[in-house]
């Protein structure tokens, strides 16, 4: 049965940095592209970040430049590295998989649990 399990959360002053990670079980993993997604309560879940199976990289315009996705095949493992960070990035960081080519949307295979982030002014 396939599991993603995200760590990494906490509470970071803003400017400062936080990495995230997601470890996948029960998938072959270096089929999947592997997003991140975030979502404050009463809002609508935000699409983050990806790594697509073959490696491209995809950003929201708001954590571009701050923000690196990375993948490790060998250890079934997506990481969200998150620098600079905003008050405005405080969020619940969900990570997912979906399976095929690369798609854009919200309709994932597998979510993670989530971890909190909260980014103090």
């Known amino acids: 049965q396939a599991q993603l399990v995200e760590s990494g959360g906490g509470l970071v002053q803003a400017g400062g940095s936080l990495r995230l990670s997601c470890a996948a079980s029960?998938?072959?993993?270096?089929?999947?592209?592997m997003y991140w997604f975030r979502q404050v309560p009463g809002k609508e879940r935000e699409f983050v970040a990806a790594?697509?199976?073959?490696?491209?990289?995809y950003y929201v315009d708001s954590v571009k430049g701050r923000f690196t996705i990375n993948r490790d095949n060998a250890k079934s493992t997506v990481s969200l590295q998150m620098n600079s960070l905003k008050p405005e990035d405080t969020a619940v960081y969900y990570c997912?998989?979906?399976?095929?080519?690369?798609?854009?949307?919200?309709?994932?295979?597998?979510w993670g649990k989530g971890t909190l982030v909260t980014v103090s002014s």
């Open positions: 029960g998938v072959t993993f270096r089929n999947y592209n």
């Open positions: 997912a998989a979906r399976g095929g080519s690369y798609y854009s949307g919200s309709d994932m295979d597998y």
């Open positions: 790594i697509s199976w073959s490696g491209s990289k």
